[in-house]
């Protein structure tokens, strides 16, 4: 298994620009989500699903999308990124929810200009 | 859901025990107290996980008073490869509990 992956590892876009960061897990887990860090903070939750056609807001969902067409997919949409969006965004992915032990993948690391 | 508070940081040496506690007094009775660890530049690794009593398994030990008002995670005889940011979350499917909120956690450095 290859568990949880990201693309890309590093992105830096300009403030305007809208791009997507890609997360897949090959566990069949039901429940995923995305956190970002910033440097020195804990997680954040942005968006979270329990399932395929199933999302919902986190903490901090302002300027972020997601859609959960499959099992294994859980793409975040930046709509315009700004600079305020610097940060290392992470996707994790458990069977069932926070009571699961969760999987978390690599890291993107985003710098807004 | 259950607020955690930790402490921000800890420093040891390496061989010795490292106990990191983390208070949770709103905790729910199907809440579970789960423990995670990140190194830099990568994502948080789970380490353990408990409801009440002591839990144990190869990398470390958590122990939950009856009360479960609060949680203690034991590190046997770290080394420096310990030094990481860990942290405690609490909480079930029937608390909210598929919106995982992490705190600050708590950042060990372990000296030689």
């Known amino acids: 298994n290859a568990g949880v992956t990201q693309t890309p590892k590093f992105q830096v876009l300009k403030t305007g620009q809208s791009m997507t960061l890609q997360c897949a897990q090959d566990m069949n887990h039901e429940y995923m989500s995305w956190y970002r860090q910033d440097p020195g903070m804990g997680l954040r939750l942005i968006h979270y699903s329990v399932g395929a056609g199933i999302t919902d807001q986190g903490e901090v969902p302002n300027g972020y999308n997601v859609s959960r067409s499959t099992t294994e997919d859980f793409p975040l949409r930046l709509l315009s990124a700004a600079p305020s969006q610097t940060s290392v965004y992470f996707c994790a992915s458990s069977f069932r929810g926070v009571s699961d032990t969760q999987y978390f993948g690599p890291g993107t690391r985003l710098t807004v200009l | 859901l259950a607020k955690t508070t930790q402490p921000i940081s800890m420093d040891s040496y390496e061989g010795q025990e490292v106990n990191i506690t983390c208070s949770h007094n709103?905790?729910?009775?199907?809440?579970?107290i789960t423990w995670y660890q990140q190194f830099p530049s990568q994502g948080p690794r789970f380490i353990i996980q408990g409801y009440k009593t002591k839990v144990t398994n190869e990398v470390a030990s958590l122990f939950i008073p009856a009360d479960r008002k609060s949680s203690t995670l034991s590190l046997p005889r770290v080394s420096l490869s310990d030094t990481a940011v860990y942290y405690c979350?609490?909480?079930?499917?029937?608390?909210?509990?598929?919106?995982?909120?992490f705190g600050a956690g708590t950042r060990l450095f372990v000296k030689a």
């Open positions: 709103n905790i729910a009775t199907n809440d579970y």
């Open positions: 979350l609490v909480g079930g499917a029937n608390t909210g509990g598929f919106k995982t909120i």
